[in-house]
């Protein structure tokens, strides 16, 4: 599976930016797939992922309730809508597709995925 993640840029505090990552392969509904973010001087870090069928999501405590995954099997994408942009949000985000999904802590592993894409770059100006 080969990703593309898109859609990053630069906005002020408060906007909203939908990040997009698009799938090469047959196979991507059988895929969880997942959004990680990393700053600089920071470890990669979980933000969102969705399960293969789009039936259940998951959020890290710092986006939830800002920020919706969702998917489109058909279309071989995923999506992260991003509302109420704050500077801690910047990074350099990254789209992921794993085979096991089911529970947080797996969803949540950077371990837990086996293809990712290059990054999209997210800033955010106060």
């Known amino acids: 599976v080969q990703l593309q993640a898109s859609g990053g840029g630069l906005v002020q505090a408060g906007g909203s930016l939908r990040l997009s990552c698009a799938a090469s392969g047959r196979t991507f509904s059988a895929y969880v797939m997942g959004w990680f973010r990393q700053a600089p001087g920071k470890e990669r870090e979980f933000v969102a992922a969705?399960?293969?069928?789009?039936?259940?999501?998951y959020y890290a405590d710092s986006v939830k309730g800002r920020f919706t995954v969702s998917r489109d099997n058909d279309k071989n994408t995923v999506y992260v809508q991003m509302n109420s942009l704050n500077p801690e949000d910047t990074a350099v985000y990254y789209c992921?597709?794993?085979?096991?999904?089911?529970?947080?802590?797996?969803?949540?592993?950077?371990?837990?995925?086996?293809?990712w894409g290059q990054g999209t770059q997210v800033t955010v100006s106060s």
């Open positions: 992921a597709a794993g085979r096991w999904g089911g529970i947080y802590s797996i969803v949540a592993r950077t371990t837990s995925y086996d293809f």
């Open positions: 969705i399960s293969s069928s789009g039936g259940s999501t």
